[in-house]
């Protein structure tokens, strides 16, 4: 069985500097992983994802995450954040069975200091 | 642009009544939709399966009288919360089938259910 767990329920960074946040998943095979961003009160958006490929990946507004087999780990990082960052954030892994279901992380609330 | 569209977006209804979600996918016909569910302050959470022609599979702990899924057509999938109680109150978000493997999910823009 699938599944990934996100290490900090709260990231608080202030603006300008590095976010790092932490993802680890289990996975019997070689699996597909998101990341994907929810403002308040909004859909999900996806920031990027991998799919087995590269295992550097670059996403959108600067975000970016490496797939490390090793440690099992898809960490999200970005080199400086910026207020509009501020939201929740979803490590997610495909099931990848017939259905494709998602499997979600319990989030990162990431907050962003002035 | 958007691929899924949901609707409505937010809704408040009683206590006993029941609340009707759609979920349409825009860009192709669509075999296989999913409904999740987030609690505040939570986790998304898959609730069901929707699969056109035939009955919706739920995941575990779902009560299935209670969200009935209906996918009639290749594009549209709705959720029915009947009876709906305080606690039913939730963010009712949808996907479609992806196209490739690998590929992203395209979720709709979500439904805020309150119950009051």
């Known amino acids: 069985a699938q599944s990934v767990t996100q290490l900090d329920s709260h990231v608080s960074v202030s603006e300008g500097t590095p976010v790092l946040l932490r993802c680890n998943y289990s996975s019997s095979y070689s699996p597909s992983l998101f990341w994907y961003v929810q403002h308040p009160n909004k859909g999900l958006q996806l920031l990027l994802k991998y799919t087995s490929a590269a295992t550097l990946v670059k996403g959108i507004n600067g975000f970016e995450a490496e797939f490390k087999k090793s440690e099992t780990s898809f960490h999200l990082t970005k080199p400086s954040a910026h207020m509009s960052d501020a939201a929740e954030y979803f490590c997610?892994?495909?099931?990848?069975?017939?259905?494709?279901?998602?499997?979600f992380g319990s989030g990162t609330r990431l907050l962003v200091r002035p | 642009g958007a691929v899924v569209s949901q609707h409505p977006s937010w809704v408040i209804c009683k206590s006993g009544t029941s609340v009707k979600i759609e979920c349409r996918s825009l860009d192709f016909q669509a075999t296989t939709m999913f409904w999740y569910r987030q609690f505040p302050k939570q986790s998304l959470m898959l609730m069901a399966t929707?699969?056109?022609?035939?009955?919706?599979?739920?995941e575990q702990g779902v009560e299935k009288d209670k969200f009935l899924i209906n996918h009639a057509s290749l594009t549209l999938s709705t959720l029915t919360v009947t009876s709906a109680h305080p606690e039913d109150s939730s963010f009712y978000i949808c996907?479609?089938?992806?196209?490739?493997?690998?590929?992203?999910?395209?979720f709709g823009q979500g439904t805020r259910l309150t119950v009051v």
């Open positions: 929707s699969n056109e022609g035939s009955k919706a599979t739920y």
């Open positions: 996907t479609r089938d992806s196209l490739h493997v690998n590929t992203e999910a395209f």
């Open positions: 997610v892994v495909s099931a990848l069975d017939s259905s494709y279901k998602l499997i």
